[in-house]
């Protein structure tokens, strides 16, 4: 029996050179509480002297993180480090891999501590960053800008032979009008979004389409940006149809532009509501980003101005608003590059569909 604790105590002088010249040294309370555990695991080992083989930690401790509700963020790392602090609870921590390792004896104790902590709390944490994808968001406006004057091509003394010289054309085949719509020519909610009534008209909804569609593409990604904006402004004009009735007639990127403002302040509540603890969910952030969507609407959108349809832009806004929901759970926020293959198939149908629909219009 004397010659086991000699043993004991002969290894355990060991792990203390060992862990004192190591990097994870806490204090010297952490350190009794280990060999006050080590000294119980030996003993229910039926007093085998187990060598320790890393020089961070006993080879018993157990991971706590399988336990845990696994995250990538640095920062609820360090809150969970503070709560076993505050525990007394003895603890490793390895920054390359994010691991957390406790004595066996207390790892439930340890994970029912932590826990409850992130159960009662609102833990802020930190929002991936994605890409700006800015040139593709400029590539998009220019091409608006260059439809706008291929259809004013004419005017300056040039343009080419398969599209229509007058300006007026394009506008009969290409302007949303709700009888042209009933009698099949869905391609209008698309046509119309490229049709302008003059160079203001365009440069300002380039202008204001970069404001809400730079953070938006940031977010989510070149390809699920520009088909919410697109998307949700056909849908828009849809809706203006059946709003309106059937006098109807309406033109301009704007419905694509406030529904890039809906979707961007449908993301935003949507990452601030994720950000919360389930057990308590608050609904002010949701009402909150809402809220500021519908000041910029009402800011920007031109109410009782003459030559603006306010209604184009408040219903563009909401079909922007109701694409989200659907979409963002096919593409949830992540680090780095979104996945590259999503982000094509949106592409292709947010900027392919408008081509097809101008050929169906011209060919039709």
């Known amino acids: 029996m004397f ?5 004991i105590a002969r290894h355990l002088r060991r792990a203390s050179s060992t862990w004192r010249d190591s990097d994870h040294w806490r204090s010297g309370r952490t350190f009794r509480a280990s060999r006050r555990n080590a000294l119980g695991a030996a003993y229910s080992s039926t007093c085998r002297i187990t060598k320790i083989t890393s020089p961070a930690f006993p080879p018993y401790w157990l991971p706590l993180n399988d336990l845990l509700d696994n995250n990538e963020f640095a920062q609820r790392d360090r809150l ?57 968001v ?24 398969f599209l229509p010289a007058d300006a007026a054309i394009w506008v009969k085949l290409g302007g949303l009008k709700a009888h042209a719509l009933a009698s099949g020519e869905w391609w209008r909610v698309f046509t119309a979004l490229t049709l302008h009534g003059d160079a203001a008209h365009v440069l300002g909804n380039c ?10 593409c940031r977010r989510l990604g070149l390809g699920a940006g520009f ?48 950000r919360q603890s389930w057990s308590k969910p608050d609904t002010r952030p949701l009402f909150a980003s809402l809220a500021a969507g519908v000041a910029f609407l009402a800011f920007l959108g031109g109410s009782g101005e003459p030559g603006i349809d306010f209604s184009a832009h408040v219903l563009g806004f909401f079909g922007g608003l109701a694409l989200v929901w659907p979409l963002c759970n096919l593409l949830p926020p992540m680090r780095g590059r979104p ?26």
Not at 207 to 216: E, I, M, Q, S, V
Not at 339 to 364: E, H, R
Request: a positive charge; proline letters at 5%.
């Open 339 to 364: 996945d590259l293959s999503k982000q094509l198939v949106l592409l292709f149908w947010a900027v392919g569909l408008p081509v097809l629909s101008w050929y169906l219009a011209f060919t039709n």
């Open 3 to 7: 010659g086991k604790r000699a043993g």
């Open 80 to 136: 969970r480090l503070l709560v076993l602090e505050a525990k007394k609870i003895p603890f490793v921590h390895l920054p390359k891999t994010g691991r957390i390792f406790v004595p066996p004896l207390l790892q439930a104790i340890a994970a029912a501590e932590i826990t409850a902590f992130e159960s009662e709390r609102d833990i802020r944490v930190p929002l991936p960053e994605g890409r700006d994808n800015w040139l593709g």
């Open 227 to 274: 088909f919410l904006a697109i998307w949700g402004g056909a849908l828009g004009n849809m809706f203006n149809i059946l709003f309106q009735g059937p006098t109807v007639t309406s033109l301009g990127f704007s419905s694509a532009v406030f529904a890039a403002l809906g979707a961007l302040c449908a993301v935003a509540a949507r990452d601030r509501f994720r």
């Open 138 to 161: 400029m590539a998009l406006l220019c091409l608006l800008l260059f439809w706008d004057a291929l259809r004013h091509s004419a005017a300056i003394g040039w343009h080419l032979y």
């Open 207 to 216: 202008l204001f389409g970069a404001l809400f569609l730079l953070p938006l």
